[in-house]
């Protein structure tokens, strides 16, 4: 039984930053593909950031160079920092884990979801 619950979203100004958190429970994320996602209202949701289980990681082009994934396998915590955020970063933001990683971004579990505006 997995679970993931993310945290740190909130409202910012263009230019700033946050760092999103997912802890991870159920059993450890070592070695598993971790994903970040995100989805505007009334559109699809979109790749964000991919960090599989040799610690190669995979960035939406839109975010490149401003956005990091990382890991605490130590706390079983999942991390996306947000620098130079723009307005069309805002939406809501989930994590995802699976088994591995292929050539496409599949997951079995997810998690609630955390806002994220930027005005």
């Known amino acids: 039984h997995v679970q993931l619950v993310e945290s740190g979203g909130g409202l910012v100004q263009p230019g700033g930053s946050l760092r999103l958190s997912c802890a991870v429970s159920?059993?450890?994320?070592?070695?598993?593909?971790m994903g970040w996602f995100r989805q505007a209202p009334e559109k699809e949701r979109e790749r964000v950031a991919r960090?599989?289980?040799?610690?190669?990681?995979n960035y939406a082009d839109s975010v490149k160079g401003r956005f990091t994934i990382s890991q605490d396998y130590a706390k079983n915590t999942l991390y996306l920092q947000m620098n130079s955020l723009k307005p069309e970063d805002t939406g809501m933001y989930y994590c995802?884990?699976?088994?591995?990683?292929?050539?496409?971004?599949?997951?079995?579990?997810w998690g609630q979801g955390t806002q994220v505006t930027v005005s």
């Open positions: 995802a884990a699976d088994g591995w990683c292929g050539g496409s971004w599949v997951f079995n579990y």
């Open positions: 159920g059993y450890t994320y070592s070695g598993y593909c």
């Open positions: 960090m599989n289980g040799d610690g190669s990681t």
